[in-house]
């Protein structure tokens, strides 16, 4: 059974940072890629960083430069580091993994939110 389980959220004041966990199970860590998405009130679910099993990185525009994406394949846990934060940043951020025969899973979310 595939469990993605997310920690590190919480409320923050723009400027702030913060790092989100997300510890998985029932997968082979290692060769799957494993992203981090958001969601905010009225919108769509949307990309935010992904990690390949070679190590490649990719990184929504808006977030470009603030954020950091790792990955500690020995605890199968990947990160996501959060700096400069900003209102807009304010939402349920959710672990993703897709398997090499592109089996996709998710977390139950972590809600972010970024205020004064």
């Known amino acids: 059974q595939v469990q993605l389980v997310e920690s590190g959220g919480g409320l923050v004041q723009p400027g702030g940072s913060l790092r989100l966990s997300c510890a998985a199970s029932?997968?082979?860590?290692?060769?799957?890629?494993m992203g981090w998405y958001r969601q905010a009130p009225g919108k769509e679910r949307e990309l935010v960083a992904v990690?390949?099993?070679?190590?490649?990185?990719n990184y929504a525009d808006s977030v470009k430069g603030r954020f950091t994406i790792s990955r500690d394949n020995a605890k199968n846990t990947v990160y996501l580091q959060m700096n400069s934060l900003k209102p807009e940043d304010t939402a349920v951020y959710y672990c993703?993994?897709?398997?090499?025969?592109?089996?996709?899973?998710w977390g139950q979310g972590t809600q972010v939110t970024v205020s004064s």
């Open positions: 993703n993994t897709r398997t090499v025969i592109g089996y996709v899973y």
């Open positions: 029932g997968i082979i860590f290692s060769i799957n890629t």
């Open positions: 990690s390949s099993s070679g190590g490649n990185t």
